[in-house]
């Protein structure tokens, strides 16, 4: 199979969904010494199967090369926490999770969601192929094995008396470059009444918010509801509610069991995805091929934007060093001329500086220094959280912006 066949169905991919150019990765975070050395950079493209609906990353990068060491820690989020936390009441409510059960999360990251489970006293057991989260996870008391998951891990566990009553993948479906042995996976580990629950962020929603730069070399599906189902009939799967949420700009959470299982009742949110995903035109080669011609408009936004403050002598900073803003910032060539720096809560990405950009990361204080005019916020998702959390902003005259679906000034 080629890469451009698609990954689930092997038929050729033959209409562009996105072209962003040639970037590097968006999680390969630099150190000073890496400023000196030439920065890889891949093509950045998306196309659609016209067979199963499933768009996808046509360039391959290893996912060794990108989640064996992770800069991304889950707990730095606090509404993904909270998140996280409302998810395992009602999991624990609705398929009955007590001490007998086995919870198992795929890309479990640091612990931050299984934790509360572990609090219940409920058995978990967290998979995540980055050992330096993993450890992080088994320092609060969450046991984890740093391994990639599919098919053989599955029948290893399985094989461990380890098989799920509930398995949970939040925000890895898309990660995934061999999803046919991936969802295999969720199938084979599970009991025969067991249950499935993904999330990821919801390709209606996507196109919808014009939110381009959730696209990157990490993400290789951008999934829809129609895509997903296919995948998962193929693995013996299939779906019995669909919830939609405010995570990530607006994402799924896709419950399923064993197309062999009656112990599911069918939930009212599957019909009317299936009927918004249908009205979009989501079984029609234009409505994917027509997206590319949005993207330019917010790129000739932000660098106005961006040039205007420059001219009138107004300082930028950014706020959160997230995958969605390197997309952002170097499909529209933005770099140190026109934002100062970037900041972020994660101590694991302070020192470092944003791939392409080359912006360097701070911690928050460093605005307080500074007292930038603008902060361009780049994880637009949790924007109404950063510009609480950082009220004082406001106290030096200092503004707050978002680029996606447009430029706008907050306030």
């Not at 005259?397 to 907050?410: E, M, N, Q, S």
């Amino acid at each position: 199979m080629t890469a451009h066949n698609c990954r689930f169905c092997d038929a050729p991919l033959k209409h562009r969904f996105v072209d962003l150019g040639s970037t590097p990765l968006a999680n390969a975070y630099l150190t000073e010494e890496q400023l000196k050395l030439p920065e890889p950079s891949y093509p950045l493209r998306a196309f659609v199967c016209t067979e199963c609906w499933l768009v996808q990353a046509d360039a391959f990068v290893p996912p060794e090369d990108i989640f064996s060491h992770y800069a991304y820690f889950s707990s730095y989020s606090d509404g993904w926490v909270e998140h996280a936390r409302q998810f395992t009441i009602m999991a624990r409510k609705r398929f009955g999770l007590d001490a007998t059960s086995q919870v198992i999360e795929v890309a479990s990251n640091d612990g931050y969601l299984l934790k509360h489970f572990v609090e219940a006293g409920v058995p978990v057991l967290g998979i995540e192929p980055a050992e330096n989260v993993a450890e992080v996870a088994r320092q609060i008391g969450v046991p984890t094995e740093a391994r990639f998951f599919g098919k053989e891990t599955a029948a290893d566990l399985v094989s461990r008396g380890l098989a799920a009553d509930i398995v949970i993948g939040n925000n890895v479906l898309a990660h995934v470059p061999d999803i046919n042995d991936f969802v295999g996976g969720l199938s084979a580990v599970l009991k025969p009444d067991g249950a499935v629950s993904v999330e990821f962020p919801h390709l209606l929603r996507l196109m919808e918010n014009i939110q381009f730069d959730t696209v990157y070399h990490e993400h290789f599906y951008y999934l829809s509801l129609l895509a997903v189902e296919k995948v998962f009939t193929a693995h013996g799967l299939k779906v019995f509610d669909v919830e939609e949420l405010p995570t990530h700009g607006g994402s799924l959470r896709v419950l399923a069991c064993r197309a062999t299982s009656t112990a599911h009742v069918t939930g009212r949110g599957l019909a009317k995805v299936r009927s918004d995903e249908a009205a979009a035109g989501f079984d029609t080669v234009g409505t994917y091929e027509a997206f590319q011609s949005r993207v330019a408009p917010i790129k000739d936004g932000l660098l106005a934007f961006l040039e205007q403050a420059k001219r009138s002598g107004k300082k930028v900073a950014a706020y959160g060093a997230a995958a969605k803003g390197n997309t952002l910032l170097n499909f529209c060539g933005v770099g140190t001329d026109l934002i100062e720096y970037v900041v972020d809560r994660n101590p694991h990405k302070q020192g470092h500086f944003l791939p392409g950009s080359k912006l360097p990361i701070y911690a928050p204080e460093k605005m307080d220094e500074t007292q930038p005019d603008y902060v361009l916020i780049l994880p637009w998702n949790i924007k109404n959280e950063v510009v609480a959390a950082n009220s004082r902003v406001g106290a030096w005259g200092g503004r707050f912006a978002v680029a996606v679906p447009k430029l706008t000034v907050l306030g």
